[in-house]
Nanobody, 123 residues
Framework: QVQLVESGGGLVQAGASLRLSCAAS????????SAWFRQESGREREFVAF????????YVADTVRDRFTISKNIAENTVDLQMDSLKPEDTAVYYC????????????????WGQGAQVTVSS
């Protein structure tokens, strides 16, 4: 199993930046893909970005591609989500997720989830 802990959320004004980090522990020697999802209150959890085991391949959702970047520190088993030029519509709980296997955009494909980090962007 893999345990995930997110950090770095908070309250910021529109136009600011935040960096979320997800620390993985447990069975991290087996190759896994990592992803970020977000969920606004009353809405479905949606895909934001994923990265492969080696950190060499990434994909970011069209809606945030020009502002968000996903990266991985293999030595530390962390996956970060850099969020720039934040907008009020980015307000959500952001979740880190992991699956053994190839990258997927569907939330049902992921086996392990963090507890979530609240990001609130004021106008």
């Amino acid at each position: 199993q893999v345990q995930l802990v997110e950090s770095g959320g908070g309250l910021v004004q529109a136009g600011a930046s935040l960096r979320l980090s997800c620390a993985a522990s447990g069975r991290t020697s087996r190759p896994y893909s990592s992803a970020w999802f977000r969920q606004e209150s009353g809405r479905e959890r949606e895909f934001v970005a994923f990265i492969n085991w080696s950190g060499t391949t990434t994909y970011v959702a069209d809606t945030v591609r020009d502002r968000f970047t996903i990266s991985k520190n293999i030595a530390e088993n962390t996956v970060d989500l850099q969020m720039d030029s934040l907008k009020p519509e980015d307000t959500a709980v952001y979740y880190c997720a992991v699956r053994y296997g190839t990258m997927e955009t569907s939330k049902v494909a992921y086996d392990y989830w963090g507890q979530g980090a609240q990001v609130t962007v004021s106008s």
